[in-house]
């Protein structure tokens, strides 16, 4: 039989097969020998021990197409990143770290900008405009909403999707909508600190449909970039592109030159990039710069 291991717990791998069934499998001694760890969104191969009991033993796993370390996943298609607009307020850098941690794997991102109804300031507008032009697809809205829901499931049709964030920002609200009922058990935001209790303990793949997978995560704080060289971190920006070629030296940093030299720069002093992602850019290229003479 073959089928997608949607979760990993205390030994057990449970394989969701073409036709709904969720078998609870366990896992062959030759994973351990081969040193191969299965992953949620693995695709797998097992054999049925108790077909009633929808109890079988994992024996194989197919050729992955990407592996990502943190949330330990296979196997995805895109990426949906979700902060909110307030409580709490967008930490810009993580965002910006997440980005191209999903770009170094080749994997697109979809960021969601979730509890439009508590922006009084029109920020999901500046925002948008933001990522937009860095090109990414932005969807502003409010998980409360039908129409944000139907715009995030036509996001999600037909693929395997990692769903992050951090905690309390609306993850696993979003994830009770998308199925209609209460999958995640969901925690209360803290008035006090306006941030959010940890809600998700492991990571878990859901099936929209035969052919729409949703991988939910344990919310996060920060980031580690890692394969990354600092004179590299530019093309991760993709709205400095147009502006590099300006810049008078070649292997400009975008940070120590004069505005009059980097274009870059200049074009951030002039809000023709947002300077939230240039200070992100600045923040992270002194990170690497950093880790290189450790």
């Known amino acids: 039989m073959e089928g997608k291991i949607i979760k990993g717990i205390g030994g057990f791998y449970y394989i969701h097969t073409r036709d709904g069934k969720v078998f609870s499998c ?19 191969d097992f054999d049925i021990i108790d077909e009633q009991a929808l109890e079988g033993s994992l024996s194989g796993i197919h050729p992955r197409k990407n592996v990502l370390i943190r949330p330990a996943v296979a196997n995805v298609d895109q990426a949906m990143i979700v902060f909110a607009l307030r409580e709490p307020d967008p930490n810009f850098g993580l965002l910006d770290r997440f980005l191209i941690y999903m770009a170094l794997q080749d994997i697109p ?21 933001i990522y937009e032009k860095a090109g990414y697809r932005v969807i502003s809205g409010s998980t409360n909403a039908e129409s944000t829901i139907e715009e995030i499931k036509n996001a999600l049709k037909g693929k395997t999707t990692v769903l992050a964030g951090p905690s309390g920002v609306g993850k696993s609200s979003l994830t009770n909508r998308l199925f209609d009922n209460d999958r995640m058990e969901v925690g209360e935001l803290s008035r006090k600190i306006k941030r959010g209790r940890q809600t998700t303990r492991h990571t878990e793949l859901f099936s929209l449909d035969e052919d729409s997978y949703l991988l939910d995560t344990p919310g996060f704080t920060s980031l580690y970039l890692s394969g990354i ?30 505005e009059d030299i980097c274009a870059v720069k200049r074009a951030a002093l002039n809000g023709l990039i947002s300077m939230e ?17 450790r």
Not at 28 to 34: A, D, H
């Open 277 to 293: 992602r240039y200070k992100s850019y600045v923040q992270i290229y002194e990170e690497l710069k950093t880790a290189q003479h």
């Open 109 to 129: 991102v979809t960021i969601y900008f979730n509890k439009a109804d508590l922006d009084d300031s029109g920020l999901k507008d500046v925002y948008r405009r």
């Open 229 to 258: 060289e600092p004179g590299e971190l530019d093309r991760y920006f993709n709205e400095f592109a147009g502006f590099i070629p300006e810049c008078r030296f070649a292997g400009c940093s975008h940070i120590k030159e004069a």
């Open 26 to 44: 366990r896992a062959v001694g030759i994973f351990r020998k081969l040193g191969i760890k299965p992953l949620p969104g693995d695709n797998a």
